[in-house]
């Protein structure tokens, strides 16, 4: 089960850190990535971490301003997003998978899901 947390409402340029707690013993087993979806749009890659955090990839439209991250001791990923924009609104979805191929932007390779949280930036 993974479930999101830290979302929420920012002005443009602010900063929100997302957490995905994940339960069970095998969280290091997962590669994680964050996804994000608008109203009217589909699914969009964000990020992802590898199952060790010793690589990340992160989709052009972030790439500068958000960071993935990961405490495998807490089974915790976690979004760190910095000079948020209006167009960063969306609720946003981490996941799980155990392909190993990095930087898997594809969701359907992901196999667990959290619940979705919202972020909304006001400019």
């Known amino acids: 089960q993974l479930v999101e947390s830290g979302g929420g409402l920012v002005q443009a340029g602010g900063s929100l850190r997302l957490s995905c707690a994940a339960s069970?013993?095998?969280?290091?087993?997962?590669?994680m990535g964050w996804f994000r979806q608008a109203p009217g749009k589909e699914r969009e890659f964000v990020a992802h971490i590898s199952r060790t955090g010793g690589n990340t990839y992160s989709a052009d439209s972030v790439k500068g301003r958000f960071t993935i991250s990961r405490d495998n001791a807490k089974n915790t990923a976690y979004l760190q997003m910095n000079s948020l924009q209006p167009e960063d609104s969306a609720v946003y979805y981490c996941a799980a998978t155990l392909r190993t191929t990095m930087g898997i932007r594809n969701p359907d390779e992901y196999a667990y899901w959290g619940q979705g949280i919202q972020v909304t930036v006001s400019s």
């Open positions: 069970g013993r095998t969280f290091s087993s997962y590669g």
